[in-house]
């Protein structure tokens, strides 16, 4: 949908705070320093600097880092839990797991409330919602007494089963709010109608925890953006790849807490449509972490199994809330390379991280580092890093490879591309984890590279993975914001319900979706957004009778009836398949009802642009570039804002940008399109 | 994958970068036949408990690459290829082919059904698939299969004696029938047969695509190098050891049939790179099932060797070179046929547990105190009302954990032999099954495990029957009458059990071991799990975090002043003036006895 609409999407980064708006068909990009001090401080700074005239901007578009932040540092807010009795525990409890298995000493993660901290009240739902026990009122009130006199402002209430059945949580906001007015109360089924107590309460807490700060932080923002002169509407950038109103993220700012990263994803599925290849691999590299996503017919893949701070080593944290299935590995530019107790080589997850960053830098880092090894094998250019701000150190990146290099007894050189082939090799692996391990051919698939160092690896990644062809969109280093601009209201809504999946059951569950579209549309009229345009998709979990976990499965219908069930079934046969290689004759379950709702928002367009040149007057150099297996050769050096859309460019080719460089390799050819994109093939 | 035809001729080496990229592949294959078969098998005991592994082993059965949940199969791959290969021998396979095995050859108990198959590159066997996972019934004497009563394996369920599942591509028929006629759970049974083919077909086709990539030569090479780098930084690490022989000797409760405890010991010894496990002295197998075949005790002994040198590494053969261990036949580390084995992790579990309270006063950065150790499981089943159908659910209990110097143990953890098992949710239990839960808590106050560090607490879990008719639960309690061990004068853990609470008179029944025990509507099954051993002397123990264990409900006003010499007002702050003169008032009663099995 592209209107005569003005966007702002600001993306606060570790390093810099981006800015990418669309102003009268032209695209215009900013970048700010990032101030963990006040984050709006920076976002402030990158308007000022974009001279964009503040009165036109009508939508404002935020990814923040603000709550996973708050999270990671441990500075949110100390919070207090009500549970069924006999339940507190859960959050000790966990889920019993010691995922690093030969650690005889394993510690498991702190919990963000402690025991002291935790009240138990008499009550009991069932599974499927019959009330067993009623809820002691009195000991709610008390309880809440305590709480307050206890000083917490921040208070989360999860209670067994109710998802199923809300009552009784809902009961209790009421009786806190006569005792304690002022708290922030975060009931776990407004957050999530799935089972799993331990998940859908710590989903809770983090809530709880996040909230306080998340809600002067959004506040302060709209605050400094109205003094600034922008009227427009102000929208927060949730995980889900959808946006919400920031009234609605100060109640559920814990949905923002991979607010950032689900920009490029989004992006990604973007610039696919685009170009007419709405299948997309999505790879993302940064200096820290390569992400990878997988985009199917121009949708993102959700799920609502995420886990905070988890490893091979630890749990980690779960949040049962929609968020883009992203697969993240420790594979950046500032990777450091290192041998491990069993004598073989290894990339990552440690990074140098921004300071001191790779050895080449000259910052005082010392370990060798990808980009050092980028650098010795010529693929990137020591005078034009971020554009030429910043001189590279050759010799310093050579001194940090050299212990590696004596250590296996080989070269320098050697080195370097054995460490580009390791951490090449686990980025592949995670590409295929998301693709080929999922039963999907790659060769139905185009990749789509963005990160300040994904273009330098993924023509080498797209060959390893066998895409149909790679892209490297414009601004790729500022891609999650751009992929903010062109992003729609979404909400998605859950419940667990399991039983038969038949026939029989149809109307019933016909029924709970059309619950489930009133939740949506309720919802949506209370934010005023208008229900015109509201586009509804339903899917269910679906399983065979005895197994555990479940395979989403569209229903492509408006009402669910027994051949609507029909032909769901029959997909779900062939999404098994696909998946795991076997489909079964046995009776097919449902778990849960998911409902996603999408309120579309007017999007401005960024005008094509024809460039009518030969690819020798795009030249600015020619270097000598090591491929490794493919030799090394004089390559050609294109600055990338030249580059004509009327002749593609053959291989070998170094492409550079300021904030970026795009390799190419000698059997590859680029062809750049009137958008800006980058296919190599 | 290194064949004896041609290691002479083999002498091009690969280089590290290259050795990396392979090996990463082929792990990356077996994770992938792991993650499949884990996401659609209908056994909950494969799915949440993840009690399965699957693996890639070279055409002579060395693991190459192993996935597991749970390290108590670290090397059972092995025993299942190694011997299906003796019996059909190397020539005896062909493209397609899968074998089904079971019992003794398998090495653990007839619930845990292994399937080896070969891979072929070019008409020629480069290696094999393999994959072992706990079934839900096996058939046998009772539901589950396994039980805390039978004195014969052949109470115990079917065995499936190394045959051919499918030939050549083709499912055989008669073996299918056989499996599917004997068992009590036939739907769930056919799922995990055809999720533990099915994946072993996608392992099987990555690993081709390795082979094809780097070709025969290379990834044999590679493979071969890592098995030696391996054994070369074992080798090293060991030497960071303190040589010396240590001992230890313990108890098994007893063995389900009679209430005899059942005496086993090892002697350790370090010398310079290598590591002597010796279990003479051990007693001979037991009449009851929780004897231990050969390969489950040599599974859990490689886990516990994996923990005291290179916890971190990926293992594969080469690392378990410098590992020698020698226990008798016939004993209950290495019970022989007809030698009943179903509750085979309690002596498994032992096996580890030796050595583990032989070295952890030696080895304080990497050894903890002792831990709850029983897998703690339990089958329970009836019929359920809502569904109309018979159920069973097989799970593991988590428990408390022992503590380490600067480390209280862990809260509420699987045992040792297992790993990434996820405890399964209360409201999932209660929506798949008709069981209703009353309390899932922390087993506090806490009256066991105190230490300068304190032993983690165990699980208390209240459940009944709820909409179900003939319930009855199956459970397996061991380390009840010996429990987890302190160290350095940390006290010892308080043993796992099991009450049941007869609702008609309120009755309190205490158990260790039941079997197809009656679960009458009302009754409740209380499930209690051990705290694990404490470590160093608690009146050492920091006053601020033993007020911070009373805040938080661990322990009582009285255990702080008796077991920790702190003393707490009623207004719950601490007493420092009170305290200083309960600790000079005196050591701690028991303080100065050795802790039980260390001998040395």
């Known amino acids: 949908m592209a209107e005569d609409t003005s966007r702002v999407a600001v993306d606060i980064g570790g390093t810099f705070t981006d800015l990418v708006a669309v102003d009268d068909g032209a695209l215009a990009l900013e970048k700010a320093s990032t101030t963990p001090s006040n984050f709006a401080d920076g976002v402030i700074d990158a308007l000022e600097k974009c001279e964009l005239d503040p009165g036109i901007i009508d939508q404002f578009v935020h990814g923040t880092t603000v709550v996973i932040n708050a999270i990671t540092e441990r500075n949110g807010d100390d919070t207090a839990l009500l549970t069924t009795e006999g339940f507190r525990d859960v959050l000790d409890i966990t889920r019993a797991n010691r995922p690093d298995m030969f650690n005889f000493q394993y510690q498991k993660p702190e919990p963000f409330v402690p025991r002291r901290h935790r009240w138990e009240v008499p009550e009991r739902v069932d599974q499927s919602g019959d009330v067993l026990t009623p809820l002691d009122e009195d000991a709610v009130r008390e309880a809440a007494r305590e709480i307050r ?60 925890y996040v909230r306080p700060i998340a809600d002067t932080y959004l506040d302060s923002l709209e605050g400094r953006l109205h003094d600034h002169a922008v009227d427009g509407n102000t929208y927060a950038m949730k995980s889900n790849a959808g946006t919400t109103s920031f009234e609605q993220a100060r109640r559920r700012p814990v949905e923002m807490v991979e607010s950032g990263p689900v920009g490029g994803v989004y992006g990604a599925a973007r610039v696919g449509e685009q170009i007419g290849d709405p299948d997309v691999v999505s790879f993302d590299m940064g200096g820290t972490t390569a992400k990878t996503s997988l985009v199917q017919d121009g949708d993102v893949t959700i799920d609502t199994d995420y886990w905070l701070e988890s490893s091979q080593r630890d749990e980690g944290y779960p949040l049962k809330i929609p968020v883009v299935d992203i697969v993240e590995i420790g594979a950046g530019g500032g990777s450091i390379a290192w041998v491990d107790q069993g004598g073989s080589i290894n990339v990552g997850p440690q990074s140098s991280g921004a300071d001191p960053g790779p050895a080449c830098y000259g910052r005082g880092g010392t370990d060798p580092t990808v980009t050092d090894a980028n650098l010795l094998t010529g693929r990137l250019n020591p005078d034009y890093f971020l554009g030429g701000e910043m001189a590279l ?58 990160g300040g160092a994904g273009p330098l690896h993924a023509a080498t990644l797209g060959r390893e993975l066998g895409v149909k062809e790679t892209v490297v969109p414009r601004a790729p280093g500022q891609f999650s914001a751009w992929g903010m601009l062109l992003t729609d209201l979404r909400k998605d809504f859950a419940r667990t319900n399991v039983g038969s999946f038949d026939a029989d059951t149809a109307a019933e569950i016909d029924g709970i ?118 030799g090394v050769h004089d390559t050609r050096v294109f600055e990338r804002d030249a580059l004509p859309t009327t002749e593609p460019i053959e291989g070998p080719a170094v492409i550079e940008e300021p904030a970026c460089t795009t390799l190419v390799h000698p059997d590859q050819t680029v062809d750049v399109d009137a958008l800006g994109n980058l296919h190599i093939s | 994958m290194q064949s004896e035809t041609d290691t002479q001729a083999q002498t091009a080496s690969v280089d590290p970068f290259t050795r990396e990229v392979v090996t990463n592949a082929l792990q990356s294959a077996a994770e992938e036949m792991f993650l499949n078969l884990g996401r659609t098998a209908k056994s909950s005991v494969i799915y949440e408990t993840l009690d399965y592994a699957c693996g890639i082993t070279d055409a002579e059965a060395n693991v190459v690459a192993q996935a597991n949940g749970v390290p108590g199969f670290l090397g059972t791959l092995k025993f299942c290829v190694a ?86 591509g083709d499912r055989n028929d008669a073996v299918y029938d056989i499996v599917v006629a004997n068992t009590r759970m036939p739907d769930v049974t056919r799922g995990d047969m055809q999720a533990q083919k099915s994946s072993m077909d996608v392992g099987a086709e990555r690993v081709v695509d390795v082979f094809n990539r780097y ?7 590679a493979v071969a190098d890592e098995f030696d780098a391996g054994e070369q930084l074992v080798r090293e690490e060991i030497q960071t050891l303190p040589n010396g022989t240590y001992t230890a000797e313990d108890y098994l409760d007893d063995d389900g049939v009679t209430d005899d405890p059942v005496h086993v010991e090892v002697e350790v010894t370090i010398r310079d790179e290598t590591i002597e496990l010796d279990y003479t002295g051990t007693d001979p197998a037991t009449d009851g099932p929780i004897n231990s075949p050969y390969a489950a005790s040599v599974s859990d002994i490689r886990a516990f060797f994996q923990a005291i040198t290179l916890p971190e590494a990926e293992t594969n053969e080469g690392f378990f070179r410098p590992l020698e261990i020698t ?173 049941i609470v007869r609702d008609g008179d309120g009755s309190v029944e205490r158990h260790s071991n039941l079997t197809n025990h009656e679960l009458g509507e009302d009754d409740v099954a209380r499930l209690v799990t051990s705290a694990g051993g404490g470590w160093g002397d608690p009146f050492d123990r920091d006053p601020e975090r033993v007020l911070e264990d009373y805040r938080d409900d661990y322990i009582t006003r009285q255990t702080a002043r008796e077991e920790y010499g702190v003393a707490i007002t009623e207004a719950g702050e601490l007493d420092a003036a009170a305290t200083s003169s309960l600790r000079e008032a005196g050591a701690t009663p028991t303080d100065g006895e050795p802790n039980r099995g260390e001998t040395q």
């Open chain 1, 149 to 208: 006199d206890a000083g917490f402002d921040t208070i989360a209430v999860s209670l067994l089963h109710s998802y199923q059945n809300p009552a009784h949580e809902q009961r209790v906001r009421d009786l806190v709010a006569d005792v304690h007015p002022d708290a922030y109360v975060t009931l776990s089924h407004e957050l999530t109608k799935e089972y799993r107590e331990y998940e859908r309460t710590n989903t809770a807490v983090l809530n709880s």
């Open chain 1, 393 to 450: 150190d050759t010799d310093a990146a050579r001194d940090a490879l050299e212990p590696l290099a004596d250590e296996f007894g080989t070269s320098v050189r050697e080195a370097a591309h054995g460490v580009l082939r390791v951490v090449n090799s686990n980025m592949a692996n995670a590409l295929k984890q998301v693709s080929l391990r999922r039963g999907h051919d790659p060769r139905d698939f185009v990749m789509v590279a963005s």
């Open chain 1, 513 to 630: 979706f059309a619950d489930m579209e009133t939740e949506a549309r309720d919802a949506y009229a209370r934010e005023d957004v208008s229900l015109d345009d509201l586009n509804l998709e339903r899917t269910v979990d679906l399983r065979y009778a005895g197994q555990e976990h479940t395979v989403n499965t569209p229903v492509q219908a408006e009402t669910v009836d027994a051949s609507v069930v029909g032909e769901t079934i029959e997909r779900f046969h062939d999404r098994h398949e696909q998946t795991y290689n076997f489909r079964m004759d046995d009776a097919v379950e449902v778990v849960n009802l998911r409902l996603t709702a999408y309120a579309p928002m007017p999007k401005p367009e960024v005008s094509p642009v024809e460039t009518d040149a030969s690819p020798a007057a795009a030249v600015k150099s020619t270097r000598s570039v090591d491929f490794g297996t493919e």
């Open chain 2, 83 to 168: 011997d299906a290969i003796e019996k059909f021998g190397r020539d005896g396979f062909d493209p397609g082919d899968v074998v089904l095995l079971n019992d003794y050859h398998g090495g653990t108990h007839l619930n845990d059904v292994a399937m080896v198959a070969p891979i072929f590159v070019d008409d020629e066997l480069v290696g094999f698939t393999a994959s072992k996972a706990h079934w839900t019934d096996v058939g046998g004497k009772d539901p589950g299969s396994w039980t805390t009563d039978a004195t014969s394996v052949f109470q115990e369920g079917i065995q499936y004696p190394m045959v051919k599942l499918y030939e050549g």
């Open chain 2, 215 to 221: 070709g025969t030569d290379t990834v044999r090479q």
């Open chain 2, 327 to 499: 226990i008798p036949e016939g004993t209950v580390l290495n019970a022989t046929k007809p030698a009943p084995i179903g509750t085979d992790w309690e002596g498994s579990a032992m096996a580890a547990d030796l050595p583990w309270q032989a070295l952890a006063p030696h080895l304080p950065d990497r050894l903890s105190a002792g831990h709850f150790l029983s897998v703690c499981a339990t089958i329970v089943g009836g019929h359920d009302e809502r569904r109309d159908e018979d159920f069973l659910v097989v799970e593991p209990q988590p428990g408390g954990w022992g503590a380490s110097p600067g480390k209280d143990g862990a809260d509420v953890l699987v045992c040792s032999g297992d790993g990434d098992t996820l405890e399964m949710p209360v409201e999932v239990m209660e929506t798949r099954f008709p069981l209703l839960f009353d309390q899932f808590a922390l087993d506090t106050p806490q009256e066991a495990g105190h230490g300068e560090f304190r032993g983690g607490t165990g699980l208390v879990q209240d459940y009944r029957m709820y909409n179900a008719s003939g319930g009855f639960i199956t459970a397996g309690f061991g380390r009840s009458k010996f429990p987890p061990w302190g160290v350095e004068g940390g006290r010892d853990g308080d043993g796992n059990y099991i009450e």
